[in-house]
């Protein structure tokens, strides 16, 4: 298992080389745009700007987020990716409404693209260096359980998709000579961005609110306090939600009230290793109940007082 250190180098080197790619995207489709005076290749270029500030704020909040707890934040740094989310789906919302609004006066003006060619070339090479990208980025998004990461991952997978439209886009026009299907391309691109930022923002939204965890990871929390105590124990109050890559759980345990504290915490500490074991990242607080039940009417009493 690799150390926090270890973790925080592999999160940061990532959310760099986001940066990089991204940086040369911009370059070449916002060149090749004004160049062809192709308005889905300049808003391709606008897209990868987005890419590119979210490579930035994924850096930042990568960064900020995988800092240990400390005296102001008592619960770790996680609610910095879900910030960056947030942020990072309003600039997006921002691009596409330029995009839409560039898109419509091109179809108004009936503006031609000139050397589609350079454009068919750019978007071909967007689609393939982003593709390779995304893939890392999600790799190493969920090795490390980052939000922010995965949202930049999920930003070049749809430009990929968007280049690739552009790229179909742009062949039609040279064949067909209808340049009003660049526009058009243009708003196919606008559209697939405010999907994503709905989404983003709907994920960042759920962490930020402290929405519980997944019913499959509660799921999997139940069945391993009960794997742990059996019969002997029963539990209630189970809260959980997520901060960036923290996952934190509390619940109530009721155990046998004969029951030494020692022995009570060493079953707690069993829990806890065994939880963190399938859900890295996890914080437990239990809160150790007695039973109140009369031993002498209880049909588990022999099981607790380890008779059975």
């Not at 069945?223 to 209630?236: F, P, W």
């Not at 155990?255 to 069993?270: G, N, R, Y």
């Not at 009369?294 to 607790?304: K, T, V």
């Given at each position: 298992m690799t150390s926090s250190e270890d973790m925080r180098r592999e999160l940061i080197f990532a959310a760099k080389f986001s940066i990089y790619s991204n940086s040369i995207l911009v370059a070449l489709k916002l060149?090749?745009?004004?160049f062809t005076m192709s308005i889905s290749v300049i808003s391709e270029a606008v897209h990868s700007g987005t890419d590119l500030l979210a490579a930035f704020i994924a850096?930042?909040?990568?960064?900020?987020?995988t800092r240990p707890a400390d005296d102001t934040h008592k619960f770790g740094h996680g609610k910095y990716e879900s910030l960056s989310?947030?942020?990072?789906?309003?600039?997006?919302?921002?691009?596409?409404?330029?995009?839409?609004y560039e898109s419509i006066w091109k179809l108004i003006e009936h503006s031609e693209v000139q050397i589609i060619e350079a454009g068919i070339f750019v978007m071909g090479i967007s689609a393939l260096l982003n593709f390779f990208v995304s893939r890392y980025l999600m790799r190493i998004a969920k090795k490390h359980n980052s939000l922010a990461l995965e949202a930049d991952a999920l930003h070049l997978k749809t430009d990929v998709w968007t280049s690739i439209g552009v790229f179909a886009g742009l062949i039609v026009v040279r064949v067909t000579n209808i340049n009003e299907i660049d526009?058009?391309?243009?708003?196919?691109?606008?559209?697939?961005?405010?999907?994503?930022?709905l989404m983003l923002t709907r994920r960042s939204t759920i962490?930020?609110?402290?929405?519980?965890?997944?019913?499959?990871?509660?799921?999997?929390?139940?069945?391993?306090?009960?794997?742990?105590?059996?019969?002997?124990?029963?539990?209630?109050?189970?809260?959980?939600?997520?901060?960036g890559r923290d996952r934190f759980v509390d619940f109530h345990l009721v155990?046998?009230?004969?029951?030494?504290?020692?022995?009570?915490?060493?079953?707690?500490?069993?829990i806890e290793i065994r939880v963190k074991e399938k859900l890295p990242f996890s914080n437990l607080t239990i809160h150790i109940e007695p039973c109140i039940e009369?031993?002498?009417?209880?049909?588990?009493?022999?099981?607790?007082k380890g008779e059975g």
């Open positions: 060149t090749v745009g004004l850096n930042y909040s990568v960064r900020k987020s989310g947030a942020i990072e789906a309003t600039l997006i919302l921002v691009a596409a409404g330029i995009i839409i526009p058009l391309a243009a708003l196919f691109v606008a559209a697939i961005i405010i999907h994503a930022a962490e930020l609110l402290d929405h519980s965890l997944t019913q499959e990871e509660e799921r999997i929390i139940l069945a391993t306090i009960k794997e742990v105590v059996g019969e002997m124990a029963s539990y209630h109050g189970l809260r959980t939600r997520r901060s155990v046998p009230k004969h029951l030494e504290v020692i022995t009570a915490h060493a079953v707690c500490d069993k009369d031993c002498a009417q209880c049909q588990i009493a022999s099981i607790c």
